[in-house]
């Protein structure tokens, strides 16, 4: 049985931009992301990024990983 990682949406791409921008926080509560200072309307959208190694897991601000960093300039890039 093999499995796939389910394929990065253009909202999960903007999350990660925001990351990388220094406009997230990962909330202390639940590890809920916190954009521009309000919480996210999709409230698994931390979570999802921080289980596929793309956000850091850790309270306070967020930020990306290699790979999420990576994946970010991969992204710019093309």
């Known amino acids: 049985m093999s499995t796939t990682a389910a ?5 999960d791409r903007a999350v990660l931009r925001a990351v990388a921008a220094g406009r997230c926080r ?15 309307a999709d409230q698994f959208a931390g979570s999802r990024l921080t289980a596929a190694g793309l ?5 306070g601000p967020a930020v990306l ?7 970010i300039g ?5």
């Open 65 to 71: 990983t290699a790979s999420g960093r990576a994946l």
């Open 7 to 11: 394929p990065l949406t253009n909202r």
């Open 55 to 59: 956000i850091a897991p850790a309270t």
């Open 74 to 78: 991969a992204a710019v890039a093309a």
């Open 26 to 40: 990962i909330s202390p509560a639940g590890g809920e992301l916190v954009v521009d200072g309000m919480y996210f």
